[in-house]
């Protein structure tokens, strides 16, 4: 039999976030003993798979559109629960319910230390059944969480509905005289400046907006629309392939076959991308 503390974990990535679902893969993938066995979108795609893959371990993003993290487990409810590391942004009070109740967390922006530290814990309780421990290790959670006892998972849904709110996905306004037109930011392909004005490329359509490259940038989301060139914005999400030259720029192809460049300057962005 193999043991725990070396036997290859199988592990599922489930987050609504593409770039960090990339993100979480290129970390696991420098790691000994972790076979990533499939990514899930959402929770309903985390439940399917849960189910299929039988997994050791999954990385579990709490707040997602529609179902939850939370949710996802008590779906679950009456099946054999597989180790369950929770991936979320709460704040430090939140972080010390985690901590207090023994529940496995990873902090967003995941650090590589706190990493191998979870996957250890993963690992010392493999070599025992531990199912019905994690359910009663996350009712204590949610509890805690929550300011209200929960007695068991089936109560859950109920429980968290008033108190977990689905991310709203983040929307650029861009006027045009009198019109105001909302695009999702998740939608934006690539900006860029012609002249005085900002060209943004979203869902096939080209938006007209006057604005300074750097006011335009502050209202963006960081975490997928990066600046890689002094005149170009790019959604980090819908990259598909990234050529180098031999000047050191980097030429980046988007899913609807555009190439946008990424300059020297830039380069540090390149991290966005691996």
Known sequence: ?????????????????ALA?????????????????GEARNGREAVEKIRQSHPDVV???????????????????????????????YDEYAIDAFEVNAVDYLLKPIDDERLDQALEKVRSRL???????????????????????????????DTLAGGLKPKELPKLAIRDGGKTTWVRQQDIEWIDAAGD???????????????????????????????????T??????????????????????????????SRSYKEKLKYLT
């Open 59 to 89: 990385f579990l993003d709490i707040q997602m559109p529609g179902m939850n993290g939370f949710e996802v487990i008590r779906e679950l409810r009456n099946d054999d629960l597989p180790a369950i590391l929770f991936v979320t942004a």
């Open 127 to 157: 070599g025992r059944r531990r199912a019905q421990s994690q359910k009663n290790l996350l009712l204590r959670l949610l509890g805690e969480l929550t300011g209200q006892p929960i007695p068991q998972v089936e109560d859950l849904g």
């Open 197 to 231: 004005y900002m060209c943004v490329h979203a869902d096939g359509e080209t938006h007209i907006m006057r604005k300074t490259m750097k006011e335009l940038e502050s209202e963006l989301e960081a975490d997928f629309l990066q600046r890689i060139h002094r005149s």
């Open 21 to 37: 679902r990339r993100g979480l893969r290129h970390r696991l993938d420098k790691r000994d003993g972790i076979q990533i066995i």
């Open 1 to 17: 039999m193999t043991d725990a503390a070396t036997r290859t974990l199988d592990a599922l990535i489930v987050d609504d976030e």
């Open 233 to 262: 914005i790019v959604n980090v999400n819908r990259v598909t392939a990234m050529q180098s030259h031999i000047n050191g720029e980097y030429f980046l192809t988007l899913e609807g076959g555009h190439t946008v460049k990424l």
